[in-house]
Protein backbone atom coordinates (compact mmCIF):
# COMPACT_ATOMS: atom_id res chain seq x y z
CA UNK A 1 0.00 0.00 0.00
CA UNK A 2 2.77 2.66 0.84
CA UNK A 3 4.48 1.98 -2.39
CA UNK A 4 1.23 3.04 -4.43
CA UNK A 5 0.85 6.19 -1.90
CA UNK A 6 4.62 6.66 -3.10
CA UNK A 7 4.37 6.72 -6.41
CA UNK A 8 1.08 8.91 -6.69
CA UNK A 9 3.04 11.22 -4.59
CA UNK A 10 6.18 10.70 -6.94
CA UNK A 11 4.02 11.02 -10.37
CA UNK A 12 2.08 14.40 -8.30
CA UNK A 13 4.98 16.17 -7.31
CA UNK A 14 7.07 15.59 -10.70
CA UNK A 15 4.23 16.17 -13.82
CA UNK A 16 5.96 14.08 -16.88
CA UNK A 17 7.80 16.36 -19.14
CA UNK A 18 6.59 17.40 -22.28
CA UNK A 19 7.04 15.38 -25.69
CA UNK A 20 9.13 16.97 -28.14
CA UNK A 21 7.59 16.25 -31.38
CA UNK A 22 10.20 18.21 -33.74
CA UNK A 23 12.39 21.21 -34.31
CA UNK A 24 11.28 25.06 -36.00
CA UNK A 25 13.56 26.55 -38.05
CA UNK A 26 15.75 28.08 -35.33
CA UNK A 27 16.61 24.84 -33.39
CA UNK A 28 14.24 25.43 -30.81
CA UNK A 29 11.75 22.69 -29.43
CA UNK A 30 8.35 21.98 -30.72
CA UNK A 31 6.10 20.15 -28.18
CA UNK A 32 2.77 17.84 -28.82
CA UNK A 33 0.37 20.61 -29.12
CA UNK A 34 1.27 23.21 -30.42
CA UNK A 35 0.85 25.10 -33.15
CA UNK A 36 3.37 25.67 -36.10
CA UNK A 37 3.31 27.08 -39.65
CA UNK A 38 4.99 24.46 -42.19
CA UNK A 39 6.99 26.88 -44.53
CA UNK A 40 8.20 24.85 -47.15
CA UNK A 41 9.68 22.75 -44.99
CA UNK A 42 10.78 25.27 -42.09
CA UNK A 43 8.45 24.44 -39.14
CA UNK A 44 7.85 28.54 -37.44
CA UNK A 45 5.88 28.45 -34.41
CA UNK A 46 3.19 30.79 -34.57
CA UNK A 47 4.84 33.08 -32.06
CA UNK A 48 7.65 33.76 -34.12
CA UNK A 49 5.99 33.71 -38.03
CA UNK A 50 6.64 37.67 -38.25
CA UNK A 51 10.48 36.77 -37.62
CA UNK A 52 10.91 34.37 -40.03
CA UNK A 53 9.04 36.40 -42.47
CA UNK A 54 11.30 39.21 -42.07
CA UNK A 55 14.34 37.12 -42.56
CA UNK A 56 13.51 34.74 -45.26
CA UNK A 57 11.29 37.37 -47.24
CA UNK A 58 12.28 40.96 -46.60
CA UNK A 59 16.45 40.41 -47.05
CA UNK A 60 16.30 43.29 -49.19
CA UNK A 61 16.99 47.37 -48.26
CA UNK A 62 13.61 49.47 -48.39
CA UNK A 63 13.76 51.36 -51.68
CA UNK A 64 12.51 55.18 -52.35
CA UNK A 65 10.07 55.22 -55.57
CA UNK A 66 11.85 57.96 -57.92
CA UNK A 67 15.15 57.89 -55.96
Known amino acids: MSNK ?10 PPYPKVWGYDWKGDEIYVG ?5 MDGDYVQVDNIEEYLKSTHL ?5 IAGE
Not at 34 to 38: H, K, Q, S
Not at 59 to 63: A, D, E, Q
Request: proline residues 0%.
Open 34 to 38: DEYYD
Open 5 to 14: FETLHANYLD
Open 59 to 63: NTSIR
